[in-house]
């Protein structure tokens, strides 16, 4: 089972800093939720995971099983196993969903070793089926035209393709309605493992009444400051989060 460390992680963009030395550590099996109050450093975080290279780090260390994450590239990232479902999803004009998909997965796989394209489109046909996708969307332009939900809905699509063991999800229920949400819910479910970790960033509470995590914690000013279990990410729903600041002595 995958072991996924984050340790003392500083991170800045255009020399401002974000991150401001944060710790996390995702085993297999578990699902871990972030929460925080909008800017405080979430998105930040998952990019900085995978490796984009506009946020600097600029302290602290990212390992999955011991292997230095901060070293890889990249590519080499995503081939070790971690995957982002985006915010905001680019679209790419000219490459069709089965195009980008089926390169994606064979860049994980060895030479030679490449996924048939009989074997890819009866998985992809498969996976779209039980996230209730159309299948024209097997060729339409990635995310080109889709609507939020749709590109949501896709970025699951990838994930259950990809079979990733550290699957990030950020603000993966925005803009879903409630049966998309339960779809979105569903493919994150099905997916659990002792093989994978997961780590849900929401602004909400709502898509955790679906997919009930293990942890919660607040993310506020580029540092966790307050972890626990399903009852924090409720209390927050209620209470926003004035309460912390104030039993943290945070300012804003
Ligand atoms: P969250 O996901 O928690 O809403 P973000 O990680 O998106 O927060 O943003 C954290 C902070 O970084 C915000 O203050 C935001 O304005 C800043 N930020 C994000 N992207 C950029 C950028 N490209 N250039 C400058 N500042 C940025
Ligand atoms: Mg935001
Ligand atoms: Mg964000």
Redesign the pocket.
């Known amino acids: 089972a995958p072991v996924f460390k984050i340790e003392g992680l500083k991170a800045a963009?255009?020399g401002?800093e974000?991150l401001k030395g944060l710790d996390l550590e995702v085993k297999g099996g578990e699902i871990h939720a972030i929460m925080?109050?909008?800017?405080?450093?979430?998105?930040?975080?998952?990019?900085t995971i995978m490796g984009h290279p506009?946020y600097e780090v600029t302290e602290g260390s990212i390992s999955l099983d011991g292997e230095d994450v901060l070293e890889m590239a990249v590519d080499e990232r995503a081939r070790a196993g971690l995957f982002l479902a985006m915010?905001y999803p680019s679209e790419i004009a000219g490459v069709t969903n089965a195009d980008f998909l089926r390169s994606a997965i064979n860049a994980r796989r060895e030479e030679g070793s490449e996924i048939s394209l009989i074997k890819f489109i009866r998985q992809m046909e498969g996976r779209m089926k039980e996230l209730e996708m159309n299948p024209e969307f097997m060729h339409r332009y990635l995310n080109e035209g889709f609507s939020g939900g749709e590109k949501k809905r896709n970025e699951i699509l990838q994930m259950l393709m990809l079979d990733p063991r550290i699957a990030i999800l950020?603000?993966i229920d925005s803009g879903l309605d409630i049966d998309a949400l339960r779809i979105v819910a569903q493919g994150v479910n099905a997916m659990r493992s002792e093989d994978r970790g997961f780590l849900i960033?929401t602004?909400y509470q709502r898509l955790l009444d679906y997919v009930t995590p293990d942890f919660v914690h607040v993310?506020m000013q580029?540092r966790i400051v307050k972890s626990g279990g399903p009852e924090l990410a409720q209390r927050l729903e209620k209470e926003g989060y004035d309460w912390i600041k104030e039993e943290l002595g945070i300012v804003d």
């Open positions: 963009i255009e401002k974000i925080g109050p909008n800017g405080t450093g979430k998105s930040t975080l998952a990019s506009k915010q950020d603000e960033i602004h993310m580029g």
